[in-house]
């Protein structure tokens, strides 16, 4: 018994040794491979490391003329585009004003139709729907009613408590801010104090 002992403790040593030796070999080739397959450009202004490309930064000054009557018409390009009024900025505005309400109104309907929604999450979901709703139709009423005091355009932005009335007008007086604040207020049911009026031409 003592002799198939000793015996296979050498087996087994041996074999360990033949491991190792066989690994410390496959690595050694292995490193070798990988140097060898890197590969390093001799131009220093182009090294290609893996997916980034290292370029030279030093500025490179290109000659570029352009005339004097070039120089003229594009100044007064610039400066015809400055002058240029935003006619479109309340359609522009209730445009974004609208898409914002709408993705907030499918974010709240998706809630709402997921079944994976516990109960009192679509009991809020649904409340958020009414709430906006009602806030889009006080908007639309609140912009008529302004509108029908002689404005041209209005448009009315809600952020929490405060209320952005923006008219299309040169001017304005208290008699003209007081009815929108009025408008404002009775449509939208929030305080003068959080009413900011501006006009814009």
């Known amino acids: 018994m003592k002799i198939n002992k000793e015996r296979a403790k050498q087996i087994i040593l041996t074999c360990i040794a033949f491991l190792l030796i066989f690994a410390g070999y496959f690595n050694f080739n292995m490193d070798n491979n990988h140097n060898k397959s890197i590969e390093v450009s001799s131009d220093t202004n182009d090294v290609n490391i893996g997916d980034v490309q290292l370029v030279s930064t030093e500025p490179v000054n290109e000659g570029c003329v352009v005339s004097n009557d070039e120089l003229l018409e594009n100044e007064n390009l610039n400066e015809e585009k400055k002058e240029e009024p935003n006619d479109n900025y309340f359609e522009e505005t209730k445009i974004e004003r609208d898409r914002m309400y709408s993705e907030m109104l499918e974010t709240y309907q998706k809630i709402i139709n997921s079944s994976d929604t516990p109960a009192d999450q679509r009991a809020i979901a649904a409340q958020e729907i009414s709430n906006i709703t009602k806030t889009k139709n006080g908007i639309m009423i609140a912009e008529n009613l302004i509108k029908n005091k002689g ?22 007086n208290k008699e003209q801010i007081s009815k929108i604040q009025n408008i404002t207020q009775r449509e939208l049911g929030v305080k003068i104090a959080n009413i900011n009026i501006s006009n814009k031409i």
């Open 151 to 172: 404005f041209e355009n209005v448009v009315i932005l809600i952020n929490n408590d405060t209320v952005s009335v923006i008219v299309k007008s040169p001017n304005l």
